[in-house]
């Protein structure tokens, strides 16, 4: 049996091991043995995974705080100047109703006559 086969081997019966037991088997033997190589594959896929993760969600964060920032570049409504274009629009709608109808002459009613008396 060859090294790379013995230490398949011991991949497979190292798999359910924790990282502190598998440095615990690669200080136990020598780097030349199956079971130091394995150890020290397992460590080493265990280590990339846990970097694509951290990659990930590191992505992941990157990307809700740039659509954050984007969200925040956009001014609140009340800070647009159509807003405030829309708001002087109509108070100066509303001023001019108000005057309008204030100068309208209102005459007092007058009482009403029959056409047959005169």
Same mark, same amino acid.
């Given at each position: 049996?060859?090294?790379?086969?013995?230490?398949?081997?011991?991949?497979?019966?190292?798999?359910?091991?924790?990282?502190?037991?598998?440095? *615990?088997?690669?200080?136990?033997?020598?780097? @030349?043995?199956?079971?130091?190589?394995?150890?020290?594959? @397992?460590?080493?896929?265990?280590?990339?995974?846990?970097?694509?993760?951290?990659?990930?969600?590191?992505?992941?964060? *990157?990307?809700?705080?740039?659509?954050?920032?984007?969200?925040?570049?956009?001014? *609140?409504?009340?800070?647009?100047?159509?807003?405030?274009?829309?708001?002087?629009?109509?108070?100066?709608?509303?001023?001019?109703?108000?005057?309008?109808?204030?100068?309208?002459?209102?005459?007092?009613?007058?009482? *009403?006559?029959?056409?047959?008396?005169?």
């Amino acid at each position: 049996m060859t090294i790379d086969e013995a230490a398949a081997q011991y991949r497979q019966a190292y798999a359910s091991k924790t990282n502190a037991e598998l440095l *615990h088997e690669k200080i136990r033997f020598n780097q @030349l043995s199956p079971q130091y190589i394995a150890a020290t594959q @397992l460590l080493e896929e265990r280590r990339l995974q846990a970097e694509q993760k951290r990659e990930a969600d590191e992505e992941i964060r *990157h990307k809700a705080i740039a659509d954050k920032l984007d969200e925040l570049k956009k001014p *609140h409504w009340t800070v647009k100047p159509i807003f405030w274009i829309s708001v002087v629009s109509a108070i100066a709608a509303i001023l001019a109703a108000y005057f309008s109808y204030r100068s309208i002459p209102v005459t007092p009613p007058t009482p *009403h006559r029959e056409a047959s008396q005169p």
